[in-house]
């Protein structure tokens, strides 16, 4: 099974600085890294696919980069809304899929 | 509008069954992969298992391989997923997503308790 590990764990900033957030595979994943917000009692949506390809109505703010085992989400400047627990996801081993654990970005 | 809306959790006690449901609108149905995603309380998500669009071919996390059975219904646009033998650890929303999981359900609550 390929184990996506995220970090930080948490992340404290304040609205208006720059978010960057990390998702690492334990063996390569190639391109097929996809990024998901999560806001609590909602589901999860989908932010960015194939590590850099952002979802439809997705704002420029966000973007995605890496390939292989290391994987970047950056968040250029954070609005109030983005404040939220973030996933990673590969399905380079599809039908098996994994999930990070999540990083959470909180208002400092 | 693309919509997913699960049904079907509640309270069950260990060793029971239980069927979800995700009624599908807004979208071709039948051209679409679906897929089950579970997230236990103030936990991360799990994958739990997808079907193919076309053969219906199925596949599972190896946490309910044996236990759970996913199947779809394409004339009625909704996805099942029968989950036998719960655990106290099957306790989480269970979100049905489609294809990429570029569109979710809200969830619904599965509590495995006595």
């Known amino acids: 099974e390929i184990v996506l590990t995220q970090s930080p764990a948490t992340l404290s900033l304040s609205p208006g600085e720059r978010a960057t957030l990390s998702c690492r595979a334990s063996q390569s994943v190639n391109i097929y890294l996809t990024w998901f917000q999560q806001k609590p009692g909602q589901a999860p949506r989908l932010l960015i696919y194939d590590a850099s390809k952002r979802a439809t109505g997705i704002p420029a703010r966000f973007s995605g980069s890496g390939s292989g085992t290391d994987f970047t989400l950056t968040i250029s400047s954070l609005e109030p809304e983005d404040f939220a627990v973030y996933y990673c996801?590969?399905?380079?081993?599809?039908?098996?899929?994994?999930f990070g654990g999540g990083t959470k970005v909180e208002i400092k | 509008e693309v919509q997913l809306l699960e049904s079907g959790g509640g309270l069950v006690q260990p060793g029971g069954s239980l069927r979800l449901s995700c009624a599908a609108s807004?979208?071709?149905?039948?051209?679409?992969?679906m897929s089950w995603v579970r997230q236990a309380p103030g936990k991360g998500l799990e994958w739990v298992s997808s079907?193919?669009?076309?053969?219906?071919?199925?596949y599972y996390a190896d946490s309910v391989k044996g236990r759970f059975t996913i199947s779809r219904d394409n004339s009625k646009n909704t996805l099942y997923l029968q989950m036998n033998s719960l655990r106290a650890e099957d306790t989480a929303i269970y979100f049905c997503a489609k294809d990429a999981f570029d569109f979710w359900g809200q969830g619904t609550l599965v509590t495995v308790s006595p």
């Open positions: 079907i193919t669009s076309s053969r219906g071919t199925t």
């Open positions: 807004g979208f071709t149905f039948s051209n679409f992969a």
């Open positions: 996801q590969q399905r380079s081993s599809w039908p098996s899929l994994t």
